[in-house]
């Protein structure tokens, strides 16, 4: 299989074949989701939440992200590794912006890094781009302003809210993103920014219209049960195996059924 890239993105769009995406944030899942032939994987910050245990994604640090990131490449094979930009990690100045990136990739060895926002964000994309840093934007409910949105909120469904997402979709674009994830939005709009733009869109609770889709892992394999979001869907019920398994574990260790001979010197 061949390493998926940038280009991999924009030829996908054009040949109309869509674009698979997960997140991973340790050595070993992220191996297993290569070996499987995922396309891209995205260090989220959403390790603050299915990792870390925060309630949102807002105390993660841009040393936190260098960590997983640096663990997440070194399982990877082919597919693209993005790293996640934290809140505040490209808020304060450009200078800042093209550091904290820059160490993304440099020592987290990501091939591409992804910032939250639309206009208001397109100063940071153009340095960063000019920087030969790829950029993925990302657009709708973005977590890092939960408390901007007043809690995590379906995002675009009043009509200057849409038309805002469309140009900033438009705006990222021209900046030099080479793709955007779209959150929480409805289908239609989602189709509508999809259609409006050359490079591709990346859904999650964004409809079917996308060019891909990207789900966090720990929610589509059932291993994160304390919320889920209408738009995952399981493909395993890893919790319950995990819980099943440790509790044999426990209860062969209580009874002398392990360790066996087998397993024995
Ligand atoms: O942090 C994350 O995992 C994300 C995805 C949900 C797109 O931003």
Redesign the pocket.
């Known amino acids: 299989m061949n390493k998926f890239t940038t280009t991999s993105f924009a030829k996908s769009k054009k040949e109309g074949r869509k674009i698979s995406m997960l997140?991973a944030y340790d050595y070993s899942t992220a191996k297993l989701l290569d070996e499987a032939g995922v396309d891209s994987i995205?260090v989220?910050?959403?390790?603050g939440m299915v990792v870390l245990g925060y309630e949102n994604?807002l105390q993660v640090t841009i040393d936190d992200m260098i960590h997983h990131t640096k663990a997440v490449a070194r399982g990877v094979k082919n597919a693209m590794v993005i790293g996640?930009m934290p809140f505040l990690s490209y808020h304060v100045s450009i200078e800042e912006t093209i550091k904290n990136a820059g160490r993304l990739i440099q020592e987290g060895n990501a091939h591409a890094v992804?910032l939250?926002g639309g206009t208001e964000i397109i100063p940071q994309v153009e340095a960063l781009v000019k920087a030969q840093i790829p950029v993925i934007g990302?657009l709708g409910l973005t977590?890092q302003s939960v408390n901007m949105f007043g809690g995590f909120k379906v995002q675009g469904k009043v009509e200057d809210q849409a038309k805002k997402m469309v140009e900033d979709a438009k705006q990222l674009q021209k900046a030099g993103a080479f793709a955007i994830?779209l959150?929480c939005i409805p289908e239609k709009l989602a189709e509508l920014i999809s259609k409006s733009i050359e490079i591709p869109t990346?859904g999650?609770g964004a409809g079917k219209y996308c060019d891909g889709q990207?789900?966090?892992t720990q929610d589509m394999l059932g291993m994160f049960s304390n919320f889920t979001p209408k738009f995952v869907k399981k493909y395993a019920d890893l919790g319950d195996s995990i819980r099943k398994a440790v509790t044999d574990y426990c209860s062969e260790i209580q009874n002398g059924v392990f360790p066996e001979t087998k397993h024995t010197f």
């Open positions: 997140t995205l989220g910050d959403s390790l994604t996640d992804k939250e990302h977590p994830v959150e990346i999650i990207v789900l966090v």
